[in-house]
């Protein structure tokens, strides 16, 4: 008996002398990327586990977006939370007001020696997730921004140029009568109606959406969407709605659909939507900048940020966030970032891989693809930066909710957008007395 | 009437010892959930539980200052009282016509329990897809007959989806329990009845239903619950509350405020509010309908 503990006790001491010396870290990486987007991910994480030994990017898909916050949420309570998380835009200010269960990247980088320079970024890009005292928040791992989609195959049909989409909501408006004319039944139809609509609509026209720049001033932020200028929007898409020029097809992303199949003409939506559309379209395709108001003074300024971006969780051991910080490095090389950004279609992160993608001539052979990128890298404004609310996602809920009120003709433009101002703003006074600062 | 054989335990810890295990479920499983519950319904804490603040009575009062939710009360009413009507009322006809069928019985019942092993989001999202406004198989007959069938806009089709797919996942349980109820009424009260001359409708009117009321009390009590707390799966795959709030029923909104929008202190309270509603429901039932079944 005794020799044979021995002997096994002897076999266990070989083993562990004969691994490596040092042991791998592994750092876990929850995410919501399904199809190609999640080979993409793959792809990221075996690349980077490759070009070192010391650590180990292990991603898991959580499910949706809407799924794996909550997912994350619940492991944090129970201590099992990953060490890296992926997060979409509206769930920034939960994250940032969450101060003990994150740790900014910028101080994950700065701990572990890496050099952290905002300038390489692009600032409606970094911006967004960056804390007001400069240092950054969160990794933007996969931004988005909203562009027109158009179908320029049903753009002949109808008489109209293929290459001269509408730029302003007047010429969308009679483009989509001429198309209607030529048997189009889905002349205009959008995605994500609260985000495009209202919220990227609100930067696009350098017009406020909330006070306090946004939410980006603090938490006594307050809803500003019912303006006269938005009023006005709203009106219009629903006398569009009305003549049968606007078809509502449901909320998210459910009119992503209609247009791959060609049955709707022209479709606000997320500029990563490139990837799909390309994949599923089998007519020719055109990208278009959001239209807007020519007589708004100054719009167009930018559209807002969507997507989502990587934050780091607390309560880990040093060594992780070591690892942590190293991934993220990788992540930032130019040359990951250019061709994640060909890729996917999401936005480049910093300007380096932009210009790389330019010089390599991608934009000339993709037409459009430049399109979401040239509405983001201009100059921010104040009012225009992006839109970082608390309870974002019970208040895109609401956004919905009342602007299918507008649709149906239940409710008119003004009614609608009052209501949801003061739905909202009921959800952002709670927020501001759950997280006093 | 003679007095009952009583066995008592001599030991005073033995029949304890045997409760214990159905004590220690019903515990950990229901009490101390809902105690969770009641106890969040007081509080306000932020998505991670970092800072948890006695809020008192604040999202009680909250959810009486949202319009919308009271809205939700009637939707809600509606809506059960659909689910629950039609699922009984549906199957039971099947389940009279299946007691009647002479050929290929076993077919025509297990065809009819199949639904039951459907998930609920699962069946959702079949009914979705039969009634998409653009694509859906259904959608495209109704535009051919002239409805223009469109959910997304019309809280009346909404409704119509939701309740449809609500009462086909429900129908397998009842229609097996009213079988059931059924092949337990003696034959020899139905040939009787036959034999007086009394028509197959007056039959069942007459002698079936009526000793089918313990079953048909059960079902309703079951059904009742389900269409409160089991459906919002059904109604986040199909319609997501909308258009509006017009399918947005209470349970739906627990789950998505508790689940999504990570508001826990609120959820809870609507958990709290919707279980008191219940056991109300279930003590008038108890109360009031039971009294018109006959045992």
Redesign the interface.
Known sequence: MKIKALALAAGFAALALSGPARAQVEIQWWHSMTGGLNDWVLDLSAGFNASQKDFKIVPTYKGTYDETMPAAVAAFRAGTAPHILQVFEVGTATMMAAKGAVVPVGKVLADAGYKFDPKAYIPAVVGYYTAPNGQMLSFPLNSSTTVLNYNKDLFKKAGLDPNKPPTTWPELTLAAAKLKASGVSCPFTTSWQGWTQLESFSTWHNTLFATQNNGFGGTSARLAFNSPLHVRHIENLANMAKQGLFVYRGRGNAADAPFYSGECAMATASSSTYASIKKNAKFDFGIAPLPYYPDVPGAPQNTVIGGASLWVMGGKKADEYKGVAAFFNYLTNAETQAKSHQRTGYLPITLASFQMTEKAGFYKQNPGTDVAVNQMIRKTTDKSRGIRLGNFVQIRAIEDEELEQVWSGKKTAKEALDSAVSRGNELLARFEKANKL | MASEKRVVFRSGWLPWALLAPQVIVIAVFFFWPAAQALLQSFQ????????T?WVGLQNFA?LL??A?YLASFKTTAIFSVLVAGLGLSISMLLAVFADRVVKGTHIYRTLLIWPYAVAPAVAGVLWLFMFA???GIVSYALRAVGIDWNH????THAMTLIVMASVWKQISYNFLFFLAGLQSIPKSLVEAAAIDGARPWRRFWTIQFPLLSPTTFFLFVINVVYAFFDTFAIVDAAT??????DTAILVYKVY??G?????LGGSAAQSVVLMVIVIALTIVQFRFVEKKVQY
């Open positions: 306000q804490s932020d998505a991670f539980g970092l800072t603040e909250n200052n949202d919308t406004p653009s694509i997304l806009l019309n809280g997501a509350g909308g258009p509006g709030k998505y405020d689940f999504k929008a990570l508001d």
